[in-house]
Structures are given as C-alpha cells and as structure tokens.
C-alpha cells in the first residue's frame, strides 16, 4: 500500500496531461480548435476541451473567437500564454528528470529511450488515425507509400483472421 498523502502518479499524470495539452496547442500557431481535438480520433475530447477551457481560466491559455470559414459559426481558438509558455518549460524539466531517474534505477533495462524529445514533441496527435498520422509526417511519399502498404498488409492478415475465427464460431 502507498503511503498517505502519496500522490506521485496522480501528480505525473497530470503533468503529463499538460504537457501534451501545451505541445499540442503549440503546434497550432493558427489556434487550436475543438474540431482539431475531434481530427485525432481516440481520445476523450470533452474532457480535453475541458481541460483547456481550465487552463484558459489559469491563463495558461489565451481564447481568440473567430468565425469558422466553413460552418460561419464561431469558434474558439486556444493560444498558449508567456505563462503558459513558462509552465511547459517547468513541466519539461520536472518530467525529465523522473525519466532520467528511471533511466538511472534501471540502467540493466537497456531500453533506449529519447526522453528529451518526448518532452518537446508529444501531443495529442498520437491518437490520430494511423493513416492521417503517416499523410501528415513531412517525409517522402515513397516513405509514406511504404508504411501504407505495410499496414494495408497487417491489416489484411488481420482480417483474415477474424474470418477465420467467425468461420469457425459459425
């Protein structure tokens, strides 16, 4: 049992809900939307938008309303603050140095993990459609083709699988 008032995985966790909330918002220099949150697929996007209306009232965000070219209805953009800009900056240190501290408790591990880049680039994208995920990489479309392919075959094997298996339920 953890002992009382032991919140470290209920404080990184959150810490880390920030961070990709702050890095995601940060790769919209145009603003982040709701209907972006809805483009990355399986995530729980009420409670995100949530999370950002919260963090708008902390001033980590800045809301800008604009009128959506496609629907004329207003939305609203999120914008990260200087303060905001600034609690990302403490969030990447103080979770880098409990990665670096695993990477030292568990050196015989021998995992090979680039927790710096982590840090700067994990966003809620990641939970994006696979295939979006690829289509939106800047890498060469042959790169691009041959995941797809790659995937396109998984999936088959899959598939024929699942066929397979109904055959034999049925």
Known sequence: MWPKGFKFFIEFSEDLKTLFMFNTVKDFPE?????????????????????????????????????????????????LTDKGESKLIELRQKIGK??????????ESGIEFDH?????????????????????????????????IYMEKDVNEILQKIRKEKVKLQ
């Open 31 to 79: 603003g982040l939307t709701y209907y972006d949150l809805k483009k990355f697929g399986n995530i729980p996007h009420s409670k995100v938008y949530r999370m950002m209306k919260e963090l708008a009232e902390e001033g980590f965000l800045s809301i800008k309303d604009d009128v959506s070219k496609d629907t004329g209805r207003p939305k609203h953009l999120y914008f």
């Open 98 to 107: 409990i990665f670096e501290f695993i990477k030292h408790r568990f050196p």
């Open 116 to 148: 710096e880049k982590f840090l700067k680039e994990a966003t809620f994208c990641v939970w994006s459609s696979p295939v979006e995920y690829i289509m939106q990489k800047e890498i060469p479309n042959e790169e691009k083709l041959n995941f797809l």
